[in-house]
Nanobody, 123 residues
Framework: VQLQAFGGGLVQAGGSLRLSCAASGRTFNNYTVGWFRQAPGKEREFVVVNRGDGSAYYAEPVKGRLTISREKVKNTVYLQMNSLKPEDSAVYYC??????????????????WGQGTQVTVSS
């Protein structure tokens, strides 16, 4: 599976963006798919995960503002980002695993990674 993340950009605080993670090579509709982000000088951190069973878990800083969803026909996972804050600025990566992921906040649980897309939120 190859993943391509896109949709990042520059937005003012309070604005919205929608990131996309498109898979090619095979369908990943039953895969666990997560989004992580990495700001300059910081470690990559968990943002949200959507398991193949549809359950979703969000990091505390993004709860209520970000929403993950899937469009199975397009083999794509989306991350709708609302009420963006400057501290949301980072490179966002999508990741996928064929397996049920219990430690979904851990980068090592995912076999496949997209290339990242930059999100910059200005104050």
């Amino acid at each position: 599976v190859q993943l391509q993340a896109f949709g990042g950009g520059l937005v003012q605080a309070g604005g919205s963006l929608r990131l996309s993670c498109a898979a090619s090579g095979r369908t990943f509709n039953n895969y666990t798919v997560g989004w992580f982000r990495q700001a300059p000088g910081k470690e990559r951190e968990f943002v949200v995960v959507n398991r193949g069973d549809g359950s979703a878990y969000y990091a505390e800083p993004v709860k209520g503002r970000l929403t993950i969803s899937r469009e199975k026909v397009k083999n794509t996972v989306y991350l709708q980002m609302n009420s963006l804050k400057p501290e949301d600025s980072a490179v966002y990566y999508c990741a996928a695993s064929r397996n049920y992921v219990s430690n979904y906040y851990y980068t090592g649980e995912y076999e496949y990674w997209g290339q990242g897309t930059q999100v910059t939120v200005s104050s």
